[in-house]
């Protein structure tokens, strides 16, 4: 680990050379390379969510006519497993805390690195050696058995799914190695001054996500194990014709992809905490309530995964406790939307690209999140479980949340990570293009749901055909959206202006770092003076 | 009935539909109120504290009051949202209505099976009585896999489990067709597993089960478009009748079925069905008797305790028979045929 780079280098020019970069323990550049790699499956779970919505622009096709892009229902099932497959755990799990968590989570705390360095190093190439695993599976006859692998379906009609499983299993470890590294992080590599009360809240979403992702992986990585294991030895753990029971198989994966969904979203929030006041120039509202709501959420978390379950055939009483627990998400969720609100309250707002995407998070993850309660409402789950009303929610709150959040993480962040200013015009527009385009797409979905269209149809009846229209149309226009995003940023890495430390007047401690920074993070070490967001009396 | 494209519900073929919905529009008018609470503030915010040269910002972090207010005015919300939704799904669960008419229900990949208490069997089809209670017992072939029963005008739905009796309930108040669908992922037929829940009226639904064709009514919702469609292409037979199925697995009744089943497969030989004593339990009265386990616990022998009892006898052993060893009859019998047994024990009191 060198102490003292040469001056003038940043951490993407030195040291030098590709083996540098494969074998790097440098935090920021795993950061970069989760970055990209994150983003290259975002592209190839994208261009699988067109291909679907594109077979759905109209229903019940015949092959050969115009729109029907797949085959059969069996091309059209392994797209939708893909899709979901790379989206869940190749991209949205990952995304924040891997990706920019990595890069920015040591420079805000002050420190030189992350705790384990060549941990960090081997959680990306686990997360790279599963991931090409899962797609390898593509050209092997593919997996059709969609993101959440139910049995008997997975165990004894499943092609391909043995491999999928263990690439699954293997990006666990990416992701309970970085949660590891993460807590340890904070607890031993914050700077002088950086006290538990001046950490900013995207470390405390950091922190809780990686609690959650210590906890909760392993039950994934055991429960798909021994999916795998019934597959090959024959055991009948989850087969009833061998006295096994299909419904533990959804406890025990529900048990893990619950708290996942909020492995998604806590980073996100974190996201928005730490954009919010620096393009309002303000503290943010109720630091001690939000930090606590962080943590709220966690915990809750672990214990309302039989809200997937409502008519599995678990029983009543089952889905009276976790009807009633799931509700009480809700409120340190609405404390925390109610706070970002109330931050913007007598500030000075800047409508720069990360605050447009924080808005536009505000505006579709509140949705989300009320639909979310609508469905943890015992009787009406009972209509919407299963139906395209349930996508509606998750997409929502998964992509509206998650993804707006990070990019509104990116934009901000980019300056730091790369040195350079991306085109703000290109932003703004490309911003409004995914939004509208977003809420095209989704919005129409949350009709043909309550109106009875089943989730995973292949075909559809005519009746549901107005919104599924829509929504292709809308996700063309997201789609366009991202694409000018990949312009521009591209564009920005090799012609953008250059960037200062801190072209945001942030008060949070990486932008006290070069931009980018050095290998080493600070030339002379930091020592924090002042809390994360003491916007005091700004003019403008 | 016309499917009327303004309405963002299927048209309510029960009374509990009804409930469900005056549910959903309680917690519709929440979000739309939750969500001006957050917008319309956000925008006034946006607006009035825009970037401006000169203006000082006020770093208001806290205000007790509003963050109690916020905190416990959702919490009161949210838990009247759950008490109704649980009272809701009480009435449509838990609330099975006495004397409610019995079907079975059969799952595979990629059909429906309906087996009727007097032995008939239909494919794909639901045919019953209007205002009339049923209850449909559901399960999923064994082998199979899992599938999902959902009839959007009645607002039911439950998965169907291979090994396992799963049940709905409904009564319908509306002459007409409705459609249902697969709605758990089930592979390559998972969107064409659809059927009709076909309610007559009752002097249509007595000609029908004895043999007689009556009209088929009008889809109430989703199907009648596609069937208008359709009808626009094929030049083929446009089905007016409900034909009336007779099949020959229905010479006789589920009850008589599973009489000569108890003989035939040598259960009369250990169990009883008059309460005299022999090697194994009597059948008599078995039935919602409350059951002791040789491991100490009790159970209720319901539905899914007798067929667990005869496919897998070591996980039921009643106390005292421990060491008499049934043999278990997985794979022996067919769905229906399990059916007909249960049918046949219950009628035991």
């Known amino acids: 680990m060198e102490h003292s780079s040469p001056a003038g280098t940043t951490y993407l020019n030195y040291p030098k050379g590709l083996w540098s970069w494969v074998v790097t323990l440098d935090h920021k550049r795993i950061g970069i390379m989760y970055l990209f790699s994150v983003l290259f499956f975002f592209f190839v779970g994208g261009v699988a969510a067109i291909l679907m919505r594109m077979e759905l622009f109209k229903p019940e096709l015949v092959y050969g006519s115009p729109g029907q892009i797949f085959k059969d229902a069996g091309a059209y099932n392994r797209a939708l497993t893909y899709h979901g497959v790379i989206m869940v755990f190749l991209v949205i799990i990952p995304m924040i805390p891997a990706a920019i968590g990595n890069f920015v989570l040591p420079l805000q705390l002050g420190a030189k690195d992350v705790a384990f360095p060549r941990m960090n190093l081997a959680s990306y190439y686990l997360y790279l050696t599963g991931a090409v695993l899962a797609v390898l599976t593509m050209f092997l006859g593919g997996v059709d058995t969609g993101w959440t692998f139910y049995t008997p379906y997975s165990v004894d009609r499943a092609t391909n799914a043995t491999l999928m499983l263990t690439a699954a299993f293997i990006i666990g470890f990416s992701s309970i190695f970085t949660g590891l590294n993460f807590i340890a992080t904070i607890h031993k590599l914050r700077a002088p001054g950086q006290s538990w009360d001046r950490l900013p809240l995207f470390v405390w979403s950091i922190y809780a996500t990686s609690i959650i992702q210590v906890l909760a992986t392993p039950v994934l990585g055991l429960t798909l194990g021994l999916v795998a294991f019934e597959r090959i030895v024959g055991v009948g753990i989850f087969n009833p014709a061998m006295g096994g029971d299909p419904i533990l198989f959804q406890h025990f994966f529900w048990f893990y992809s619950h708290p996942a969904v909020y492995i998604m979203i806590l980073p996100a929030m974190g996201v928005i905490n730490d954009v919010i006041p620096v393009f309002s120039r303000k503290p943010i509202f109720g630091y001690k309530a939000m930090a606590a709501a962080i943590f709220g959420i966690a915990l809750v978390s672990f214990v309302v995964w039989g809200h997937h379950m409502f008519v599995s055939g678990q029983t009543s009483l089952a889905g009276f406790i976790f009807s009633l627990i799931t509700m009480f998400v809700a409120i340190p969720t609405g404390v925390k939307v109610f706070s970002w609100v109330a931050t913007l309250y007598k500030g000075s707002i800047h409508f720069d690209a990360p605050m447009l995407y924080a808005f536009g998070f505000l505006f579709v993850f509140v949705i989300g999140g009320l639909t979310g309660v609508v469905l943890a409402t015992m009787a009406l789950d009972i209509h919407l479980h299963d139906t395209y009303y349930v996508v509606a929610h998750f997409h929502y709150v998964m992509v509206g949340g998650t993804l707006f959040a990070f990019m509104a993480g990116l934009h901000y962040w980019f300056p730091k990570m790369f040195g350079k200013l991306y085109n703000e015009a290109a932003a703004k527009l490309s911003c409004f293009l995914i939004f509208i385009g977003f809420n095209l797409t989704f919005m129409p979905q949350f009709i043909a749901g309550q109106l009875g269209m089943p989730r995973r149809y292949f075909n559809y009846k005519p009746e549901f055909t107005i919104y599924n229209e829509i929504s292709t149309i809308g996700s063309f226009c997201v789609g366009l959206g991202f694409f000018m995003a990949l312009c521009y940023l591209v564009y920005a890495l090799f012609y953008g202006k250059k960037a200062n430390s801190n072209p945001w007047r942030s008060l949070t401690l990486e932008w006290e770092a070069a931009s980018p920074p050095p290998l080493e993070n600070f030339r002379t070490d930091p020592v924090v003076t002042h809390g994360p967001y003491d916007y005091v009396g700004e003019k403008v | ?349």
């Open chain 2, 1 to 349: 009935m016309k499917f009327d494209f303004s309405s963002v519900l299927p048209p309510a073929a029960t009374e509990l539909a009804h409930s469900w919905d005056h549910l959903y529009w309680f917690l519709f008018i929440v979000c739309v109120v939750f969500f001006a609470v957050v917008m319309v503030p956000l925008a006034i915010f946006i607006f009035k504290y825009r970037k401006k040269p000169g203006r000082k910002t006020d770093p208001i972090a806290h205000n007790t009051p509003l963050e109690i207010v916020w905190t416990a005015i959702p919490t009161v919300i949210v838990m009247i949202i759950f008490a109704w939704g649980w009272l809701v799904w009480r009435d449509m669960v838990d609330r099975v209505p006495e004397n409610a008419m019995e079907v079975h229900v059969v799952a595979e990949s990629w059909a429906w099976t309906f087996q009727y208490s007097d032995g008939r069997i239909e494919k794909n089809r639901l045919v019953v009585p209007v205002d009339t209670p049923v209850k449909l017992k559901m399960t999923s072939k064994m082998g199979d896999v899992l599938h999902s029963f959902y009839v959007p005008n009645f607002r039911v739905k439950k998965d169907l489990v291979p090994g396992l009796y799963t049940q709905v309930f409904f009564t319908s108040t509306k002459v007409g067709r409705n459609i249902f669908f697969c709605t758990e992922y089930c592979g390559l037929g998972h969107s064409a597993m659809w059927g009709e829940v076909v309610v007559l009226s009752k002097p249509d639904y007595q000609m029908w089960q004895y043999g007689k064709d009556v009209p088929l009514p009008e889809w109430i919702g989703v199907g009648g478009l596609a069937e208008r469609m359709k009808a626009g292409e094929a030049s083929g037979l446009k089905e007016k009748s409900l034909f009336a199925s007779v099949s020959a697995e229905s010479a006789e009744n589920m009850k008589d079925r599973g009489k000569i089943l108890f003989r035939k497969m040598g259960c009369v030989a250990c169990h009883s069905n008059d309460g005299s004593t022999s090697i194994g339990p009597s059948m008599k009265n078995l039935y919602g008797s409350e059951r002791l386990l040789a491991g100490g616990e009790s159970q209720i022998a319901d539905d899914n305790y007798i067929r667990q009892s005869i496919e897998n006898p070591q996980s039921k052993l009643s106390k005292g028979y421990e060491d008499k060893l049934m043999p278990p009859y997985p794979g022996h019998l067919s769905e229906l045929e399990l059916n007909a047994l249960v049918a046949y024990i219950k009628s035991l009191q």
